[in-house]
């Protein structure tokens, strides 16, 4: 032995000489001593190995409190074992099996041996075993082959439980009855000789193949059979013939079908509009429908064998060529246009699709006369350019952007607001229109406007911020952003809607209807979107999913966030979705296929998209999914998504009933928001515009169309008016009809599109408020008119006091003197009280509220020397607790009111049998509001007086001075102020009043200015 391992212990000898990795920690949980086993796999898996750190420091944050328990259970001297799985350098999965074992000195812990195994070859076989078991089971349980084995007295002596799923009979029924038995009784009598003839054969074959013969099921019905006899008597696993048999109806009835087919594509080739047709490896045509007679003039003989190319416009030869010539097996072609000569020499506009058979060498083209989609592309430029007309004219700001975050579009009322932009980059266009957090009026980072939430895949839905402009002026707005994507699902941008919503908070009801509208609009063109968690090989959980999703599959949230897509995913698109997942991870990329699901909402075809998220160590942690739904028809939906998908996202994008009038043919187009805002079932309308005028009412028709006349007489580029419109339900709504109108060059009227919004709601409200304001000065009127009689009312006993002033002046005693100036004295007091105290609620009711910082320590002292003179108000001791984190903002003479009400009261209903008179103030300013509690420990409130306590006049006792007017005074400053009070006593005890104040806003400069000179 050398001299170096002589110096090392036995110990050390033995970890560096295994194969197994240990590590040996001390009772700090730090690393003491590791082999290089042990450090060359804790390197693999990306963890370092160093003497002296703590082993908690090498694992997950999410993991460390776990193992931590499992450290203090094993210092505790009870031995661990548990298996690690986890991904290694080269990306592959490892399995290690670890064991943690107590390490002891005299009997106590003194530390933790750490042993690992790599038994990831094992369990990956252990893996396989159990997935071929599972695989055995399918094909014997699900397969769609039943299985039944016959022993040696051609008894059946097994069934697969496929038997029973199958034909319905439940496998008793067959269990030890002879084959000829089962034969007659459930074989058509036409089939039963030649398959009795046929279990005879199997007795000296290895294996028989069955004609197919008819079997009765449950149900009574003749469904086809086919299967095969396999003679395994001298194996002695089995031990008797096994007779494997299918259900082949549908399969036959598919191979009619496919004939039918056939004859069926024959009358097509023969009876389509399209041309069909085949061509040859040098281009020649070979065979052609007979749709080219009617199409290109030329009859199908003359054309067989000439060149294809020798047809198409010189101008689309090229392009012909240059896509045809290098078409190959597996390649197909679509949507290639060119033009074809006619026999006339003139010229159509062809759209070709085509593909070719490498075992006969053709390629077969279909070619569409386009010629009406021609026509039909230049109306939907037309129409296109409509909807932008209407666009521009809508109160909402509207702005799209591509995936950059550069604006590609935005309407006049954007602009508006923003002024003419000299860029269209991100920060031009935020700085121009800067949005703000409503609560801590913040400004939004660029990773959190809605705009760019939606470019990462998070939708807003009618969230409010504020805008505040450089010139300080601010209005509040309700934002919905969303993303754009293609019709292959491919993201090209976002769009955001943004609505100033000043006027609508002053009637809450209409807002949130229209909350309510535009999250059912975004909800409704936004495409499915699902966020997974990757927990390991084959291990996705659900960690967020829009609102399109569950209305898509009919799920709910608690059934689909936090699950794992095993329990949400059913088969057999739960194994699909697995494959495309695992390819997407180990490939790093974004991976589309075409998916077809049955979920509570029905069968869902769809394109779903997934984009692997990585981390810094380029290891998948996340998937990001979308899905396109294309359950309706694809070519359907492409169609409509080509056509009209700005038209869309405008009719759905807004609240109001989007109309087009044609002038020139009277037609009237009416969108969807006429059926959700007035509920007119469209499809039991005419389209002209008598439609229209027919729910005008009566009172407003004249009015209306002379208007709409005038306008339409003018050179007038818009018209607008506000009048009744009736209902399915025969209520009138008030509608708020706003138009352009095109014109021809000439200035004569072409077309009108226009948007009826439903303002009923808003004309109610401001009605409301009309009402409150009338109904306010009125008030304002009574408590003046109670104020002045009340001061009157309470002065008449003053004449009084001056009778007594005449008594004190009659007497000729000091005292008597002295007896009737004390009574003058208290009187006049109380009666100056309950003056100022009518004063303080008169203008508690009518001075507005006005916002200042204030001192509530300050506050309460000044309250306090108020009645240091008050009778008893130096017996009194005042213990104030503060806890001021936030500073607050409120009405500082309300408050002084009210503090001085309460201390006032504390003082007056002292008990004199306590040992010492004493109110406790507690305050807990926070940020949004101020908690007070002030308690004392006086002479209580009787339970049944408690109900009273904040009624105008109400005195708790007819022994003590006051107006009656303190507490309710109190109550009335904080509903003022927004506030609430809750009032505990006991008698003999004392009381306690529980106080919240909203904290309320800084005021700003303008405001302190205008708050100083009132």
């Known amino acids: ?290 749709a080219t007679e009617s199409l290109l003039g030329y009859r199908v003989e003359d054309l067989r064998g000439k060149y294809l190319i020798d047809y198409v416009h010189p101008e689309d030869r090229k392009e012909t060529l240059d896509i045809l010539t290098p078409l190959v097996r597996g390649r197909q072609i679509k949507d290639l246009e060119n033009r074809i000569i006619r026999s006339d020499k003139t010229f159509v506009p062809m759209m070709w699709s085509a593909s070719i058979n490498e075992a006969d060498g053709l390629t077969y083209c279909v070619g569409r006369d386009m010629t009406e989609k021609k026509l039909t592309e230049k109306r939907n430029s037309d129409t296109a350019s409509l909807l932008k007309s209407v666009v521009q004219t809508m109160d909402e700001s509207i702005l799209v952007v591509n995936t950059q975050a550069e604006l590609i579009f935005a309407n006049n009322s954007f602009f508006r607001v923003t002024g003419e932009l000299p860029g269209n980059d991100y920060e031009t266009w935020s700085e121009a229109y800067p949005l703000f957090d409503k609560n801590t009026r913040q400004k939004i980072a660029k990773e959190d406007q809605p705009v760019i939430q939606a470019l990462n895949g998070k939708n807003t839905v009618g969230e409010e911020f504020l805008v505040i402009n450089p010139n300080n002026s601010e209005f509040p707005i309700v934002v919905n952003a969303s993303a754009l994507r293609s019709a292959g699902g491919k993201l090209i941008g976002a769009m955001a809607i943004k609505r100033n919503v000043t006027v609508q908070q002053t009637t809450e009801s209409q807002l949130r209807k229209k909350e309510e509208q535009i999250s059912k609009i975004f909800n409704t063109v936004s495409d499915v979107l699902f966020m997974l968690k990757v927990e390991g090989i084959g291990k996705y959980r659900f960690l967020a999913a829009n609102q399109p999703f569950f209305n898509a599959t009919g799920l709910t949230e608690d059934r689909v966030i936090n699950k794992f897509v095993d329990d949400v995913i059913p088969e057999p698109s739960l194994t699909l979705v697995l494959q495309q997942y695992a390819e997407a991870i180990r490939l790093h990329q974004q991976l589309s296929w075409e998916e077809v699901t049955e979920y509570p909402s029905g069968k869902k075809t769809g394109i779903v998209t997934v984009t692997p998220i990585l981390d810094g160590r380029g290891v998948c942690i996340e998937l990001i999914g979308s899905v396109n739904d294309i359950t309706s028809t694809k070519e359907a939906a492409e169609i409509v998504y080509k056509s009209n998908e700005r038209f869309e996202y405008v009719t759905k994008a807004t609240s109001e009933a989007i109309w087009d009038w044609d002038l020139i043919s009277d037609e009237f187009y009416r969108g969807e928001g006429f059926s959700t805002l007035f509920g007119v079932d469209l499809e039991k309308t005419t389209t002209d515009v008598k439609f229209w005028q027919a729910y005008i009412h009566p009172e407003d028709k004249v009015r209306i169309l002379d208007s709409l006349e005038d306008a339409l007489a003018s050179d007038a580029q818009t018209w607008s008016g506000q009048y009744r419109y009736l209902k399915a339900d025969g209520e009138f709504a008030i509608v708020a009809d706003r138009s352009v109108i095109i014109r021809s060059e000439d200035g004569k009227a072409l077309r009108m599109i226009g948007a009826m919004q439903d303002i009923t709601d808003r004309i109610s409200a401001e009605n409301l408020l009309k009402y409150q304001n009338e109904e306010l000065v009125k008030i304002n009127q009574e408590l003046d008119s109670f104020v002045y009689s009340a001061s009157h009312e309470l002065r008449s006993p003053l004449t009084a006091i001056m009778g007594l002033i005449t008594l004190s002046r009659a007497a000729k005693e000091k005292t008597d003197r002295d007896h009737y100036h004390n009574l003058m004295e208290k009187s006049v007091q109380n009666l100056d009280q309950v003056i100022k105290d009518i004063i303080s609620y008169s203008k508690n009711a009518r001075l507005e509220v006005v916002n200042e910082l204030i001192n509530l320590e300050e506050l309460i002292k000044e309250s306090i020397s108020l009645f240091n003179y008050m009778e008893g108000g130096d017996q009194v001791i005042f213990n104030i607790d503060i806890n001021e984190t936030h500073p607050f903002y409120s009405d500082k003479n309300r408050i002084s009111t009210l503090f001085n009400n309460i201390i006032s009261n504390a003082i007056k209903y002292r008990n004199p049998e306590a040992e010492q008179s004493k109110v406790d103030i507690k305050i807990n300013q926070r940020v949004n509001s101020v908690e007070l509690s002030i308690a004392d420990n006086g002479l209580g409130i009787p339970e049944e007086k408690l109900p009273d306590v904040f009624k105008m006049f109400v005195r708790l006792t007819s022994n003590m001075p006051g107006s009656g007017l303190g507490l309710f005074i109190v109550k009335e400053i904080l509903n003022k102020l927004g506030g609430t009070v809750h009032l505990s006593s006991v008698p003999g005890k004392g009381t306690t009043f529980q106080i919240s104040i909203p904290n309320g806003k800084e005021p700003q400069s303008g405001e302190a200015a205008s708050a100083t000179a009132k």
């Open 1 to 290: 032995m050398q001299e170096k391992d002589k110096d090392q212990p036995p110990w050390s000898l033995v970890m560096e000489n295994t194969s197994e990795s240990f590590i040996v920690l001390d009772k700090d949980l730090r690393i003491v001593e590791f082999n290089k086993v042990a450090q060359q796999r804790a390197l693999d898996i990306g963890i370092p190995l160093n003497k002296g750190d703590f082993i908690i420091d090498q694992a997950m944050a999410d993991r460390r409190e776990g193992l931590k328990a499992m450290y203090d259970e094993i210092l505790a001297g009870s031995p661990k074992q548990y298996y690690y799985e986890g991904i290694n350098r080269d990306q592959q999965p490892v399995i290690y099996y670890l064991e943690y074992i107590p390490l002891k000195t005299n009997g106590e812990v003194t530390g933790i041996m750490v042993n690992s195994r790599d038994v990831t070859v094992e369990q990956q076989a252990l893996k396989e075993i159990r997935l071929a078991e599972k695989k055995f089971r399918s094909l014997i349980q699900e397969g769609d082959d039943m299985i039944t084995i016959i022993d040696h007295k051609k008894e059946i002596a097994f069934t697969s439980p496929n038997l029973t799923r199958l034909s319905g009979y439940e496998s008793d029924i067959f269990l030890g009855r002879h084959v000829e038995d089962l034969i007659y009784n459930y074989v058509h009598p036409e089939d039963q000789a030649l398959l009795l003839a046929e279990f005879d054969r199997i007795e000296h074959l290895s294996k028989l193949h069955l004609v197919p013969f008819r079997f009765k099921t449950a149900e009574g019905k003749w469904e086809c059979l086919e299967g095969t006899l396999t003679n395994l008597r001298n194996d002695e696993a089995v031990s008797g013939i096994v007779v494997n048999s299918r259900f082949i109806t549908d399969r036959i009835e598919a191979e009619e079908t496919l004939k039918q087919a056939y004859q069926q594509i024959t009358k097509i080739f023969e009876s389509s509009l399209d041309i069909i047709c085949t061509i040859d490896r040098e281009g020649r045509f070979v065979q052609l429908s007979t």
